[in-house]
């Protein structure tokens, strides 16, 4: 039984600490504000003033440590963001009044809580960190004295021969000092570069969508990755740290802003990377309600996803992360939609353009019609009865590339049809739906411009799709082709400037 006891007391004993993080509350909103500190700030000491120490939680009943004492809020009293690893930094409190007796107690990024009541003979309170991490630091300034109040400076320095006994800190600092806005946010700002900062112009610009838009889903290129560690953005206690989606390494400005317009069911935003294809990404996105990060769609799968049920209008801003490595770019497309399209369940785009497709002749008449294209044509989709099939391999002629860029199955050298487009356009999506259910067709365009569109399957189904961005006036070349054999293959070759998809076509092609 005595053994029983002494386990039990322990396993108490052990439990405490994890007591003290539940009741304090390191993520919440500071009761003064915060700052973001980088190298060179000025001036050294950074002085915060009206700072009011004290509260209702006896921090010495937490079993914190043997400096851990006094009586604190559950939220922090201020909050520090470090964008620089500071080799030494030390965090000093000084009191109004010498009168009152109070007690520091920090909260690194990691987690470790650190705590002090009196250094250099005085009654306040210092702390020193070396080799600082990088992140957000929570600091409570503590009253020794229950139900008490005792209003002073924060000092942060990175000279160690500055203490609370030093000239001009033992009483209050009569220099000009800095106090938090009313939106908690103190001088000095973040240095460029060092933090993810969505006031930055988005590297990739701005886009305004608004509910109904077309073509959905929208894409956008976008570079990720860069050298920032993500901070747990998505995690408002510490409870919920494990679960943080927010991680990677970023850039300082953001890929995009989405400004979003209308209302809505369903937002969602995710990305497939193209360079390297195996890329491991996340997105971290700062929307009107607060941070939503994620870092895959579904479990096994390493592209990422974030959805807004009821999306708020306003902006939203996306950062793409790299997951694996800092300072390791990838090239990708962000998708926006409003359906519940998801990473493997998008057609190919206009990235995959290619500078020649072998074995196929533009120059060469079209074999089944030619016609104009004009905007806003009617009717949209436009259906034209179209025979697949031929004697040229294009998957033998084009060994070189890649089978996922669709280069497959067996057409005619010239093209099927050609469509003289008479104003550019910004987007045309073309598709293919054979008559026979167990048909599987190819698509090949040619644009004036000289680029080369190939597909064999979208939409998770054997169907083609083509969707061209930013087209020029001019004549365009179609091949349809049969996947399988140089046999005719029968069906209908829809072209459309909405989203309609040749899954919606299946079952009534003519």
């Known amino acids: 039984m005595r053994r029983l006891l002494v386990f039990l007391l322990a396993c108490l004993l052990l439990a405490l600490p994890a007591h003290a993080q539940e009741v304090l509350s390191p993520n919440a909103e500071p009761d003064h504000g915060g700052v973001a500190m980088g190298v060179g700030f000025t001036p050294d000491p950074l002085p915060v003033s009206g700072i009011l120490a004290g509260g209702n939680i006896d921090v010495g009943a937490l079993s914190m440590g043997q400096d851990c004492r006094g009586f604190v809020t559950a939220q922090p009293d201020f909050r520090i963001n470090i964008v620089y690893p500071f080799p030494f930094l030390r965090f000093i409190f000084v009191s109004d009044s010498l009168l009152n007796d109070t007690s520091l107690v920090i909260r690194s990024p990691g987690g470790t809580y650190r705590c002090n009541d009196d250094s250099f003979s005085v009654d306040n309170p210092t702390l020193d960190f070396r080799a600082l991490a990088m992140g957000e630091y929570a600091i409570w300034v503590g009253s020794l004295a229950p139900n008490t109040t005792a209003q002073g400076t924060l000092y942060v320095t990175v000279a160690e021969t500055i203490r609370p006994s030093s000239t001009g800190l033992v009483m209050p600092f009569a220099a000009p000092v800095i106090t938090p806005t009313a939106g908690g946010v103190a001088l000095p700002t973040p240095i460029p570069g060092t933090v993810m900062d969505e006031a930055l112009t988005p590297i990739h610009g701005i886009s305004a969508l608004e509910h109904g838009f077309l073509p959905d889903p929208y894409w956008a290129v976008a570079v990720g990755g860069g050298a920032l560690p993500v901070p747990p953005h998505d995690a408002a206690d510490p409870s919920q740290l494990a679960e943080s989606e927010c991680a990677g390494y970023a850039t300082a400005a953001p890929q995009l802003r989405l400004e979003w317009r209308g209302i809505s069911t369903r937002l969602r935003l995710f990305y497939i990377p193209a360079t390297p294809a195996d890329a491991d990404t996340g997105l971290a996105v700062l929307a009107p309600d607060g941070w939503l990060c994620n870092r895959s769609f579904a479990p096994g799968f390493v592209d990422p996803l974030v959805e807004f049920i009821n999306p708020a209008e306003g902006d939203y801003t996306i950062w793409v992360t790299n997951e694996a490595a800092p300072a390791a770019p990838v090239s990708g497309i962000l998708y926006v939609t409003e359906k519940e399209y998801y990473p493997t369940f998008v057609p190919e785009i206009a990235r995959d353009a290619l500078p020649i497709v072998n074995g196929l002749d533009a120059a060469l008449p079209p074999e089944q019609g030619a ?5 806003n044509f009617a009717p949209d989709p436009l259906v034209v009865p179209a025979l697949g099939g031929g004697a040229v391999d294009v998957r033998a ?3 070189t590339l890649d089978t996922r860029q669709g280069c497959l199955g067996y ?3 010239a093209p099927d049809y050609t469509f003289n487009l008479l104003v ?9 739906v054979a008559t026979l259910p167990e048909g599987d067709g190819v698509l090949v ?3 004036p411009d000289g680029r080369w569109y190939c597909n064999d399957d979208s939409y ?5 799709t083509v969707n061209l961005v930013g087209l020029v006036a001019g004549v365009h070349q179609v091949w349809v082709g049969n996947f399988d054999a140089p046999d005719a293959l029968p069906g209908s070759l829809y072209i459309t400037q909405g989203d ?8 009534v092609t003519p």
């Open 411 to 413: 057409t005619d050298a």
């Open 397 to 399: 002629a084009n060994e």
């Open 445 to 447: 365009v040619h644009t």
């Open 424 to 432: 550019p356009l910004a987007y045309l999506r073309l598709f293919f």
């Open 460 to 464: 998770n189904s054997v169907h083609p």
């Open 500 to 507: 309609t998809s040749p899954l919606e076509m299946v079952t």
């Open 371 to 375: 016609f104009d294209l004009p905007d």
